[in-house]
């Protein structure tokens, strides 16, 4: 009670698109009478009975869903059951003095006595404990918990407790991040610990070469998990192994890099490169876990902290919040949260997901006419840019973080570019564009004059 399950669960249930039950609504509809009323007229047990059918009914909906349990749900262990085999139960999480001032002097028939209320609260604790799969404050908590991603700072430590299962596992790291970080995870993996293997630092370790070496490596079996620490590279290159070594394993990521914190980690999408071409071979194939800890970005060199934030001031744009003011640790869970939202929305990346590609249109081109000697980071920052202005939005913030600077290319080149990335269809491009902070639109057709026009002002001269 108290715990903001109504409000939080209508967020979340939005946030992932889903349908939202509120238990005690569903109730108070179908007696037509409020719970107190309920309570008062026919007694506790008759409302329990109708809570029990309705939450019953609710968990065994056969589309995905939100579901707000009442307070005292847990006390049916038919719904304990159902619970258990069909949900991820999350414990919204209130200390009792502010579950207390947000019940008192409502409806509620068990909180019209403050004592009362301390004491049912203190006996509901164990059984909350014992049936919660995970613990929220926040709708971005939940949502975390429901993609299966674990932020906390120290988090690292905890690596065999949240690599899932009991198997075996190797871990896979680029040679960098091994000499920084590979003992720690080495010494949190225990004796799960059963290999350790290295990738070459960044675009290398994308390539059919490393895959075929790391698949001839590993000596997991189907219950293994391959364990990917690093930074979007070496998750790339590991996951897509780990979908394919003995037609897929588990695998948990441990993204090491800002870029991957908030972005490259989370989704489930996995590749290598071709000669021709980034991320051209690849697998959906969601991390059973995604431990993300902070921490880990102490050690990164400041120009890569910068990419990184040029997803952040995206994510930040996306989601409608100033994400990039926060904290680093929290500035991470947020944006964290927010690509876990989309991604559980469109896991196979077929419509909504395609927001994430705010400003990459203009920015891909670049780093094609580039020749790839422009920084992803640097090409977001001035994709965003064109990206704001062909939706008339604000670009402050992203010339006061990103400070974006003109890039020397070859316009037709990287109109050629732009071209191709997109497949513009009788000369209009689709973009994903963003009118008003906090509200994208993909899949938008702009006229090819505009696009160039913007394309060009990104070009130095
Ligand atoms: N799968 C996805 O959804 C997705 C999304 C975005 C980007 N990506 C991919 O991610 C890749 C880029 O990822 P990235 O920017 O993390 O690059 P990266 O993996 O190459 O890491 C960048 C550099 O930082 C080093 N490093 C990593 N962690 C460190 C740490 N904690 N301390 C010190 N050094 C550290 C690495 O050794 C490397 O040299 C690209 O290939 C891109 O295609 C994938």
């Known amino acids: 009670m108290g715990a903001g399950k109504t409000t939080i669960g209508a967020d979340v249930a939005r946030r992932l698109d889903r349908p939202f039950w509120d238990v005690d609504f569903a109730i108070e509809n179908h007696?037509?009478?409020?719970?107190?009323?309920?309570?008062?007229?026919?007694?506790?047990?008759?409302?329990?009975?109708?809570?029990e059918r309705l939450t019953l009914e609710a968990l065994r909906s056969r589309v995905p869903s939100v579901v707000a349990l009442g307070g005292g749900g847990l006390g049916s262990a038919a719904v304990r059951e159902e619970l258990a085999r069909t949900a991820l139960a999350v414990h919204v999480e209130v200390d009792v003095d502010e579950a207390w001032r947000r019940s008192a002097r409502t409806d509620r028939p068990l909180a019209r006595d403050e004592a009362a209320f301390r004491e049912l609260?203190?006996?509901?604790?164990?059984a909350y404990a014992a049936a919660a799969d995970a613990r929220a404050r926040d709708a971005d908590n939940i949502v975390l918990a429901a993609g299966g991603v674990h932020v906390g700072l120290g988090s690292l430590e905890l690596l065999a407790e949240l690599v899932p299962g009991d198997g075996a596992a190797a871990l896979v790291a680029d040679a960098r991040v091994a000499?920084?970080?590979?003992?720690?995870?080495?010494?949190?993996?225990?004796?799960?610990?059963?290999?350790?293997?290295?990738l070459?630092?960044?675009?290398?370790a994308k390539t059919v070469t490393t895959a075929g070496r790391l698949w001839q490596e590993l000596t997991l079996d189907r219950n293994g998990t391959l364990v990917a620490l690093g930074g979007g590279c070496t998750t790339d290159a590991a996951g897509f192994v780990a979908a394919t070594y003995l037609r897929g394993v588990e695998w948990t990521?441990?993204?090491?890099?800002?870029?991957?914190?908030?972005?490259?980690?989370?989704?489930?999408?996995?590749?290598?490169?071709?000669?021709?071409?980034?991320?051209?071979?690849?697998?959906?194939?969601?991390?059973?876990?995604?431990?993300?800890?902070?921490?880990?970005?102490?050690?990164?060199?400041?120009?890569?902290?910068?990419?990184?934030?040029?997803?952040?001031?995206?994510?930040?744009?996306?989601?409608?919040?100033?994400?990039?003011?926060?904290?680093?640790?929290?500035?991470?869970?947020?944006?964290?949260a927010f690509k876990t939202a989309v991604c559980l929305r469109d896991p196979l990346d077929r419509g909504p997901r395609a927001i994430l590609n705010l400003g990459h249109t203009f920015a891909h081109a670049l780093e094609a006419a580039a020749g790839f000697e422009l920084s992803h980071g640097r090409a977001v920052a001035l994709g965003l840019l064109a990206a704001l202005r062909l939706s008339g939005a604000a670009t402050g913030a992203v010339e006061d973080v990103l400070r974006p600077q003109r890039v020397r290319v070859d316009r037709e080149q990287a109109w050629q570019a732009l071209q191709r990335d997109k497949k513009a269809v009788d000369g209009r491009v689709r973009l994903v564009l963003l009118p008003a902070p906090g509200d994208p639109v993909y899949g938008v057709e702009?006229?090819?004059?505009?696009?160039?026009?913007?394309?060009d002002a990104l070009i130095a001269d």
């Open 31 to 51: 007696v037509d009478a409020s719970v107190g009323e309920i309570f008062d007229q026919r007694g506790e047990a008759a409302f329990r009975a109708v809570e």
């Open 121 to 126: 609260y203190e006996e509901r604790q164990p």
């Open 179 to 198: 000499g920084i970080h590979g003992a720690a995870a080495q010494l949190a993996l225990g004796t799960r610990l059963a290999s350790t293997h290295e």
């Open 200 to 204: 070459p630092v960044g675009e290398d």
């Open 253 to 336: 990521t441990v993204p090491t890099t800002l870029v991957g914190q908030v972005d490259a980690a989370i989704g489930g999408k996995t590749g290598i490169n071709l000669t021709h071409g980034k991320n051209l071979v690849g697998a959906f194939h969601w991390p059973g876990r995604v431990v993300v800890d902070p921490a880990l970005l102490e050690t990164l060199p400041e120009h890569e902290r910068q990419e990184g934030m040029a997803e952040v001031v995206k994510t930040g744009l996306l989601a409608g919040e100033p994400l990039w003011e926060l904290p680093v640790a929290e500035l991470v869970r947020r944006c964290a």
């Open 446 to 455: 702009v006229p090819a004059a505009d696009v160039r026009r913007e394309l």
